[in-house]
């Protein structure tokens, strides 16, 4: 079946730093992945899409300059979060699809900004 | 504002008997709709969906039904197994599912031995 793999698993930072969050789909090509975030209890959040060779289209609400998305190939999309602040600090979730409504999630990544 | 909800934060079933959880909607642009397993710190786990083409699918202990009219589907899970304990995420997407997922808050299920 369809395998979504992310990188890292959990990560701790400083303020003021910036990690990147890799997401790839192992078995097969997905021009489209969307990027979540979760609050603890809360509901998973669509904070953008990504389309391989173009911009990616953010959520109202979410700063595009600060949640940097780049999907160079059709396997790999990565999210950098610039100048993380403890506020930041969420599980981030990525999801591939495959074909028309075929959703697969990655495992997701805990970032801690301490 | 949520346009996906989950009203019931948590449910107990006992070993067996039959799960039901419920998700209503608001955007009726929605038209197609899943349901996802969770556990924490992991990535959610597709178990069904259906298309708003459709009011029942079934999948093995799994049955999901949408009434179209009341913008609300369920979840039915028969018989219950321990294992299916965990929280459980309705999501729904608009455009037969180009768009990305906006899910409810989940509802928490227990199952009790």
């Known amino acids: 079946g369809a395998v979504v793999s992310q990188h890292p698993s959990w990560v701790i930072c400083k303020s003021g730093t910036s990690v990147k969050i890799e997401c790839r789909s192992l078995d097969f090509q997905a021009t489209t992945m969307f990027w979540y975030r979760q609050f603890p209890k809360q509901s998973l959040m669509l904070m953008a899409t990504s389309n391989e060779g173009s911009k990616a289209t953010y959520e109202q609400g979410v700063e595009k300059d600060k949640f940097l998305i780049n999907h160079a190939s059709l396997t790999l999309s990565t999210l950098t979060v610039t100048s993380a602040h403890p506020e930041d600090s969420s599980f981030y979730i990525c999801s591939a699809r495959r074909g028309l409504a075929g959703y697969t999630f990655g495992s997701g990544t805990r970032l801690t900004v301490v | 504002d949520q346009q996906v909800k989950q009203n019931s934060p948590s449910l107990s079933v006992q070993e067996g008997r039959i799960s039901i959880l419920n998700c209503d909607y608001t955007n009726s642009m929605f038209d197609y709709f899943l349901w996802y397993k969770k556990y924490p710190a992991e990535g959610p786990t597709f178990l069904i969906s259906?298309?708003?083409?459709?009011d029942k699918n079934e999948d093995g202990r799994f049955t999901v039904f949408l009434n179209k009219s009341a913008k609300h589907l369920s979840l039915h899970i028969v018989p219950s197994q321990p294992g299916d304990s965990a929280v459980y995420f309705c999501?729904?997407?608009?455009?037969?599912?180009?768009?990305?997922?906006?899910f409810g808050k989940g509802t928490h299920l227990i199952i009790q031995p």
């Open positions: 259906i298309s708003s083409i459709k």
């Open positions: 999501a729904a997407s608009a455009q037969g599912g180009a768009d990305g997922l906006t």
